[in-house]
């Protein structure tokens, strides 16, 4: 019977980034999706006739260029398009907008406080600084500092060279940026609420903390290191949303010789003397391969995929501890109109943004209370936005898609399991949420996608419906992410290797840890890889 | 009734509140401002030649840059000075605060004197530069390239004092060269001629007041004007008018950044970074590295930076000065790199020109000691010269020269000249 050279175990965009780069190494690849299409959580589904939703993950801005590069996306039909800014809603009737250009920006910030827009430069070069030092570790692979390899050794040098070469100032102001709150760090260069909650939404997007929590402020880097087209920092749609970088990373592998079985759901990882041999599908299928890559969450791959008794037991233990909370949902909306907000003038750039309605950190913290006693935010933080505005292939002539990423919402209510009704409150926060800002919104509401964690693990896999396979949180990022000692995607089983989210350098549609995970399997391989362009830093 | 008419009055204040922020939000039409001289500068700007200074749409050139340089040099030049940054700092301690802030004895400013100075940071390093016009002994204007209000107002905490952002509320305008002293009097700016370099004194104009000051960015004898935002056409028209027979001439910053250059005057963030600005922090530099040693004075107590920059000076911490330099030839070596007998780097040139006054190639570089410290002999630089799709190598010799390249007797002269 054949063996596949390599199984990769998920159609998500890292399985499908590392399945892209084995296969142009020369290896036999398949990838099993269990869903009926691929792209795990960055797909578009028409689930209304002529509306197209991205509904899961909505924007672009982290993917690597190298892997664009190199897997020839854009030739592959990937297109994304920036946009400008966005907004915060303000209870008073006014906004805070974000705009592109350094001096509207200011002038902005001017509206709320003289003090707080002349700020910002600061603000702005600290975070640079700190982005320029954590960049370039993402596309390497984390050192393990217990190792005595050279390589191991070599990467800690160099991570310690890096750490060296910074000033005592900077090395302070980098530990205390890895260690504390998002409100805290902005507390050291803003006065006004709503420009601290402005900043703040970055460092609390999809993780199971407030904003008050340390280890937010981390947060905010990694949504700060990402380029549409080497436009640094800037967002995107990308164009038939988000489901159109899966489609390309499909039609790359598939144009390069690789195969995609969709709709096998794997059931476990086959596993003979320690060593991988397979997968066998929920129908009992067995399908062999010499190497088995889970894209799935290191919870799923390793407590549900992998029988126990193959696993040493505190690498068991940390997977079990390693932290993947739910803390968001996700509505999407088919709109018969474009929504008005009166607070926003009618040709304002923001309608093409991201439209926030959090206007203190108070209120956010205020809706992680809610996560924590169990229940959905009463008063929820939204990512909300309409991509239709600037790509009209996802609705009708005339018609919206609205997507809105919503925060908090736990994995179980009151220790139970979501319900029908739990899932109904927990739109109507959301939809009242918009209306009081925009009236005459519910009207033209014409379907709603209501996703909850229980969706979004049900259908996607995602270990409580977290979006980054694992918080970002300092403990568990580099060389601790997922499981110290296994930070390099290989795993205590022969063969089977990890290239999720789960794995450094972290979530997000950045391919990163797909593109990583292969180098490191053609190294074990001894193969070459001259089709990986080296990576360059961004900014 | 009297009900109704405070609930009328109360909804036309809410009306008039929500206008006002409709006013207010409504900037994001409008990227590049226009200062309050920009209708009469539009009038004039035939090349619609503008750059971005501080958000405002500001004139690389308006019509021909060699005949504005001229007009600096041999005329009178009228340059909007409107987008610079400017704070109103007010208050019985404002002197205390701003020896504090910046570098230079604020107490040796007497009231009706404008003095060059810079402020850095706690570790030395320079923050920005700029003008502090003492307009009473309480009051004070402090003009700079970047903004710092967060900056100014942390330092303030303990003073009673009190720092405004005014950059908007102010018009300003520089009129520079050998016929502006003529202009103004002309302009019936009666005792014009009492100012000496660096003095400055109000003088009435159209129903309130201006501020002029006998100081500029030339080299040249010249004064800056500074207005309410509402006076600010009135006194361009009144300038121009008078100086209608002297060769009065609007120009943009090409022609005043060459003019500044022969004064050997620096520029934040071309010929240094600023420190909030820079990302890389070996790109930090202390007064002594950008050749403002002279204003710190260290007798004068404490002032922001004062430690670090003593510890640098007395271990030996320095590590680049910034030196005007004079190439052979006459090909501008803008941006070229400076080496130490032809083969090691030792910095890079920030700004040069062939000087139409000096007759000489010019330049300011930063160099990285002891090169332009103690080792000034020996010292090249490469041009790169682009000549028709091809580039001319040059390696020239470059000699440490003091600064300004220039220098202008009717600058200083009093009372100023007749021209």
Known sequence: MKAWDAIVIGGGHNGLVNACYLQRAGLDVLVVEKNDWVGGAATSRELTPGFLYSNCSYVCSLFRPEIMRDLELPRFGLQVISYEGGAVFTRDGDYLANYRDHDAHRREFTRFSKRDAEAYDRYSRDVTRQCRFIQPLLMRTAPDPTSFKPRDLGELLYLGKKFAGLSAEEMALTLRFWTMSIADFLDEYFETDVIKANFALSGIIGTALGPMSPGTAYVLLHHYMGEVDGSVGAWGYARGGMGAVTKALAASFKASGGTIRTGAEVDHVLIRNGKAKGVVLAGGEEIYGKLVISNADVKRTFLKLVDEKELPDIFLRRVRNFKIRGSSGKVNIALDSLPEFPALPKDSPVYRADMHFTDSIERMERAYDDWKAGRWSADPFLDMMIPTTLDPTMAPPGKHFMSCFVQYAPPKIDGRDWTDTDRGGFAESVISQIAQYSPGFRNRIVHMEVRTPREIEAEVGLTEGNIFQGELTFDQLLFNRPVPGYAQYRSPVGGLYMCGSSTHPGGGVMGAPGRNAAAEILRDLAKPTLHMSPAHDVI | ?419
């Not at chain 2, 600096?72 to 000075?81: E, G, N, Y």
């Not at chain 2, 003088?203 to 500074?226: C, K, P, Q, W």
């Not at chain 2, 630089?381 to 202008?408: D, G, H, N, S």
């Open chain 2, 1 to 419: 009734m009297a009900q109704a008419t405070s609930k009328k009055l109360a909804e036309s204040e809410i009306d008039a509140a929500t206008d006002a922020r409709t006013l207010a939000q409504s900037h994001f039409r409008t990227l590049r401002l226009g200062t309050p001289f920009q209708p009469r500068i539009d009038a004039l700007g035939l090349k619609q030649d503008w750059y971005n200074w501080a958000g405002y749409r500001a004139p690389h050139s308006l019509w021909d840059e060699e005949l504005e340089y001229f007009a600096i040099r041999s005329q009178a030049a009228l340059f909007d000075i409107s987008p610079m940054t400017k704070y109103r700092i007010e208050g019985p301690d404002a002197e205390a605060y701003l020896d504090r802030v910046t570098l230079r004895d604020v107490t040796k400013l007497k009231p009706g004197r404008v003095h060059y100075t810079a402020w850095c940071d706690d570790e030395g390093f320079v923050l920005d530069d700029g003008t502090l016009f003492r307009l009473s002994p309480t009051r004070f204007r402090l003009c700079s390239q970047e903004r710092h209000l967060p900056w100014l107002l942390d330092s303030a905490i303990g003073y009673e004092v009190r720092v405004e952002e005014e950059t908007e509320a102010v018009a300003g305008l520089a009129l520079q060269g050998p016929t502006s002293f003529a202009i103004l009097r002309d302009a019936g700016f009666a005792g014009i001629e009492r100012l000496k370099v660096f003095d400055l004194a109000e003088f009435a104009h159209d129903g309130g007041t201006v501020t002029i000051s006998r100081t500029g960015f030339t080299g040249d004898l010249g004064y800056e004007l500074f207005v309410t935002t509402d006076k600010a056409l009135s006194l361009w028209d009144r300038l121009m008018a008078a100086g209608e027979l002297r060769g009065t001439r609007a120009i943009g910053y090409t022609a005043l950044n060459r003019a500044r250059l022969e004064a050997g005057l620096i520029v934040a963030n071309a010929d240094f970074t600023t420190s909030e600005h820079a990302i890389r922090t070996d790109r930090l530099r202390m007064p002594d590295e950008i050749g403002l040693g002279f204003m710190i004075d260290p007798d004068k107590g404490h002032f922001n930076g004062r430690r670090a920059i003593l510890e640098a000076r007395s271990k030996k911490k320095l590590r680049h000065v910034l030196v005007g330099l004079e190439i052979e030839g006459n090909i501008p070596a803008e941006h070229a790199i400076v080496y130490y007998r032809k083969s090691q780097e030792v910095g890079l040139v920030s700004a040069a020109m062939w000087s139409p006054m000096a007759k000489r190639n010019i330049a300011l570089a930063s160099l990285q000691r002891p090169y332009g410290d103690t080792i000034v002999d020996d010292l090249w630089v490469e041009i790169y010269a682009m000549r028709e799709l091809q580039y001319q190598k040059l390696m020239k010799k470059a000699k440490v020269v003091p600064r300004p390249f220039i220098k202008l007797d009717r600058r200083t002269a009093n009372p100023p000249a007749d021209f």
